[in-house]
């Protein structure tokens, strides 16, 4: 069992942070963008987002361009050709399964996010 009080998910939202890492099995991230990030492609990994605060244009499918392994069964790219974008907002959930390529295009700064990655 794991608790985190408000003060702690609150200084993790401030900064973006993992509060949970069981990285065989799922972790848990309180993220936040001010400015938009590369393609990525989690080989292993689903992607459970719940969008608390913030706009993100938001790219799935498609393929990742110009990318690299940089770590285990983590990929980058410059960006996604193809997919579908889609505008997602406060209150939306998003599900990318493993081994898709997703990007946050666009985000109106400070875009806050809570991600469970299920292995």
């Known amino acids: ?18 509060l949970f890492d069981s990285s065989d099995k799922y972790m848990v991230h309180a993220s936040r963008r001010e400015q938009p ?39 980058r790219g410059k960006e996604i050709r193809g997919g579908d974008t889609r505008l997602i907002a406060k209150g939306d959930v998003i599900v990318v399964p493993a081994g898709t390529p997703h990007w946050f295009k666009e985000v109106t700064a400070p875009f806050l996010y809570y991600v469970v990655k299920a292995r």
């Open 1 to 18: 069992m794991s608790y985190f009080e408000r003060s702690q998910v609150t200084s993790a939202f401030a900064k973006g942070a993992v």
């Open 37 to 75: 990030g590369m393609a990525e492609v989690h080989t292993r990994d689903a992607d459970i987002i719940y969008v608390l605060d913030g706009k993100a244009t938001f790219v799935t499918g498609g393929e990742a361009v110009d990318s690299k392994t940089v770590a285990a069964d983590e990929i």
